[in-house]
């Protein structure tokens, strides 16, 4: 005989047992209970000794043969309806996730709802899974690097770090006027000044480019623009003057040189100094730097970083940057949909137009270039099927590419409206400092 039966059977009437659910007390016969025995109450009456019943109650008396249940009161009067009438009913007022939570506490599964309640359950359950999908999805950035408040807090600990320092007090005053424009009129002018230098070294860039501007010497050989190499020496003397007074007055030189800002800030100064140190070389006629003027051209380019200081004067970038980082998983997801689309499409291209005398889509690689314009919807026209059966297979690329594109979409547009609210937030925060 059960341990809960043999207790029972001291009491004045052995077929019901005492339940006291935060005081509220209620005598329940056996033979209600074991018709649900799968549930918390049903499993009592099987326990064989007092550490079993403790494992499915809060606390047991012996001498009044109670079970005490540290849980809400108002609910366990829908529980006792449960076991009356074998149907679950919502309670009206409570949270949809507390009611789940409830009902798994006292062993009633979602089947025993009757159907006046379980499409609305399972309606507001779905609601209430989405809403919480959308706030880990939010939150999830914010554990993959700092949130606002804990880079605020880094802030504050790199200014702490100039306290018993050289020039402690003078360095965390250029330091905060540098990396703090909302600080103070001067930080202000010394944004704007340095936005300014980076504006004039992108438009100096693309006058470079231009064949209207271009020079020749007396031996009609290519030569710099006098007044394109006064702005390009002088943005560059600009930036690295401000590099070095950065780096000066940084609190830890390490974590600024690990900066990816700061590294910009690098690639784009460097090859100046670079293809300077190459002209200079190459004026030796030295036979090993054959290949100097080509990688002189090449450094040339890498001016192009000069683009991506503007990152440092605008937090809709920085937000841009941060969002690529962490969608990572977005972005593989979406290249993968385009490999097997564009692989898809390009093999049956290939064998619906490669009989054709009219069509260029006579190989494979051809149609994977076809099918990589068509389904991101550029439509170069360079190639284009031509049979009938080719241009419903292009229709439907371009269809399926537009979904396969849309289908990440979303969820990188979320990480980057929450990455531009936090740091507009640390801006905001910062200005008020």
């Excluded at 109670?66 to 009913?89: I, Q």
Aim: include cysteine; charged fraction near 20%.
């Amino acid at each position: 005989m059960m341990y809960g039966q043999i207790l029972h059977q001291q009491s004045p009437d052995k077929c019901f047992i005492n339940i006291n659910v935060g005081g509220y007390k209620q005598r329940m016969a056996h033979n209600v209970l074991k018709r649900f025995p799968q549930t918390r109450l049903g499993r009592l009456l099987c326990c064989r000794s007092q550490e079993a019943i403790l494992e499915l109650c809060d606390d047991f008396s012996p001498s009044e043969m109670e079970y005490y249940f540290d849980r809400s009161p108002l609910f366990f009067c829908y529980v006792l309806n449960f076991y009356l009438t074998g149907k679950m009913h919502l309670v009206d007022g409570l949270c949809i996730v507390s009611f789940h939570q409830e009902i798994e506490y006292w062993g009633i599964k979602e089947r025993h709802l009757d159907f006046c309640c379980s499409n609305k359950f399972h309606e507001l359950k779905g609601l209430a899974d989405e809403n919480c999908w959308d706030q880990r999805s939010d939150e999830l950035p914010l554990d993959g690097l700092d949130s606002s408040v804990e880079e605020l807090s880094a802030l504050e600990d790199d200014e702490a770090m100039f306290e018993g320092s050289w020039c402690g007090d003078k360095r965390k005053k250029i330091w905060i006027l540098s990396e703090n424009p909302g600080h103070s009129p001067t930080a202000k002018a010394m944004a704007v000044a340095s936005l300014s230098v980076v504006i004039v070294s992108i438009i100096a860039m693309c006058i470079h480019s231009m064949a209207d501007f271009h020079q020749m010497d007396l031996n009609e050989k290519k030569i710099e623009n006098p007044v394109l190499v006064f702005f390009e020496t002088f943005c560059v003397l600009f930036f690295s003057a401000e590099f070095i007074l950065r780096l000066a007055v940084a609190p830890s030189a390490r974590k600024f040189l690990c900066s990816p800002l700061n590294i910009i800030d690098v690639m784009s100064i460097m090859p100046f100094y670079v293809t300077m140190a190459c002209d200079i070389m190459n004026e030796g006629e030295n036979t090993d730097l054959e290949n100097v003027g080509k990688v002189v051209q090449i450094l040339r380019l890498m001016r192009v970083f000069r683009i991506l200081k503007l990152a440092r004067h605008s937090a809709g970038l920085r937000s841009l940057g941060a969002t690529l980082r962490h969608s990572s998983h977005e972005v593989g997801q979406l290249v993968l949909f385009l490999s097997v689309g564009i692989s898809t499409f390009s093999v049956l291209i290939y064998f619906v137009e490669k009989e054709s005398q009219e069509s260029v889509l006579q190989t494979v690689p051809i149609g994977w270039w076809w099918a990589t314009i068509s389904m991101t919807t550029v439509g170069y026209g360079d190639t284009c099927p031509v049979t009938p059966a080719g241009k419903l297979i292009g229709t439907l690329c371009i269809i399926c590419g537009l979904l396969i594109v849309a289908l990440p979409i979303t969820n990188i547009y979320n990480k980057f409206s929450k990455f531009y609210v936090r740091q507009r937030h640390i801006d905001l925060r910062q200005s008020n400092n």
